[in-house]
């Protein structure tokens, strides 16, 4: 079974610290691994993937992810959050040869306190 | 300009009448997808498509069809609504050799009575 898990449902941080959503996949073989954000009331966008190369893979608005396959995990951190950065937040991830096909964790809702 | 836009924005049906929901991509992507989003599932693939005239069966497409009459188009039916459809419907499109990267649409919000 292929699975993608996201062991917080909710996250309330301060404007200004710094974060970290956990992803954890269980799968064999090559995969991608990917995050999207959420605002309310919208469709997701796309923030940054991994598939080679460097583990550390930088996003748009200062996110980054970080691979780690001792870990079978996939965490998104933020250095300094903005309260624009509340949303919530889905890990999804794809076998190499499932032509597209995602799987996505339940997300994590990050809060953001002014 | 949004480049994925699915129609209607909001829908209400009744048990046991048909549905369609729409969706157009001008991404040029071969692939399109339709997911269903409910509180503490995240989304679910309902059915997705590699080009037109395809449509292959998601993890859960009991009760839905879909049609790909072309590129941009893809459309997701409920020929008989029923209340555990009640859901926000996402459409999106991929690359068929991307790194999993898709664009979602800004979703369909439907209540079965």
């Known amino acids: 079974t292929q699975t993608v898990s996201q062991s917080d449902a909710h996250v309330t941080v301060f404007e200004g610290d710094s974060v970290e959503l956990r992803c954890n996949y269980s799968y064999g073989g090559s995969i991608y691994l990917s995050w999207y954000i959420q605002h309310h009331g919208r469709g997701l966008q796309f923030l940054l993937k991994?598939?080679?190369?460097?583990?550390v893979v930088q996003g748009v608005n200062g996110f980054e992810a970080e691979f780690s396959k001792s870990d079978s995990s996939f965490h998104l951190r933020k250095a300094s959050v903005h309260w624009s950065d509340s949303a919530v937040y889905f890990c999804a991830a794809r076998r190499g040869s499932a032509l597209g096909r995602l799987h996505f964790g339940a997300g994590t809702q990050l809060i953001v306190i002014p | 300009e949004a480049a994925v836009t699915q129609s209607p924005r909001n829908k209400v049906a009744v048990t046991g009448g048909k549905v369609t929901l729409s969706c157009n991509q001008t991404n040029n992507h071969n692939n399109m997808y339709w997911y269903r989003q409910d509180t503490g599932h995240g989304l679910r693939l309902i059915h997705y498509s590699y080009g037109a005239g395809s449509t292959e069966k998601g993890d859960i497409p009991d009760g839905y069809k879909a049609s790909r009459p072309s590129q941009e188009n893809f459309s997701l039916i409920l020929e008989l609504a029923t209340p555990s459809q009640t859901s926000v419907y996402f459409c999106a499109s991929g690359d068929l050799l991307g790194g999993g990267e898709q664009y979602f649409g800004p979703g369909t919000r439907l209540t079965v009575l």
């Open positions: 991994y598939y080679s190369g460097n583990p």
